[in-house]
């Protein structure tokens, strides 16, 4: 995967999330992993919560945000928030699928705090933006 790294998106997502920019960092590095992933896939993708909130930071900078797609990705990746809640198992089964494809294509490299395994989570519906989001997995507690 080609590098790419934006310092003001890093910084944003720190604040936003309250992270260390190291945190940040290696958060907006598994969403590059995710949407090169969404770029090359047809199934319907879902992203670690860590990864949708890297994800939210990157598209309030959308002038860059589509420059990126654009050149990193050969196509615009939109973030598309469910219409209709889907049951828990439907979202743990997507996700797996996700972390499935993801270990195939990148291995060694995936974070495991950002790619957050799915026999560790709790996948469940949330408001966002009027709809659910397809990233409602975080770690059990």
């Known amino acids: 995967m080609e590098t790419y790294s934006n ?3 890093i ?4 604040v936003s999330e309250s992270l260390s920019l190291e945190d940040a960092e290696r958060h907006f590095y598994g969403l590059l992993q995710f949407l090169t992933l969404a770029a090359s896939s047809d199934e319907s993708l879902v992203p670690s919560k860590p990864i949708d909130e890297a994800w939210h930071v ?6 860059v945000y589509a420059t990126y797609c654009h050149n990193y990705l050969g196509r615009f990746i939109h973030h598309r928030p469910t219409r209709e809640p889907e049951s828990r198992t439907d979202y743990r089964t997507r996700y797996s699928r996700t972390i499935e494809l993801a270990r195939r294509q990148f291995g060694e490299e995936l974070d495991s705090e950002v790619w957050v395994d799915p026999e560790h ?3 469940q519906t949330a408001d966002c933006g009027g709809g659910g989001c397809a990233s409602m997995c975080r770690m059990k507690r």
């Open 58 to 63: 990157f598209l309030l900078h959308s002038e």
């Open 11 to 14: 910084r944003r997502l720190a």
């Open 121 to 123: 989570t709790v996948c």
């Open 7 to 9: 310092d003001s998106i």
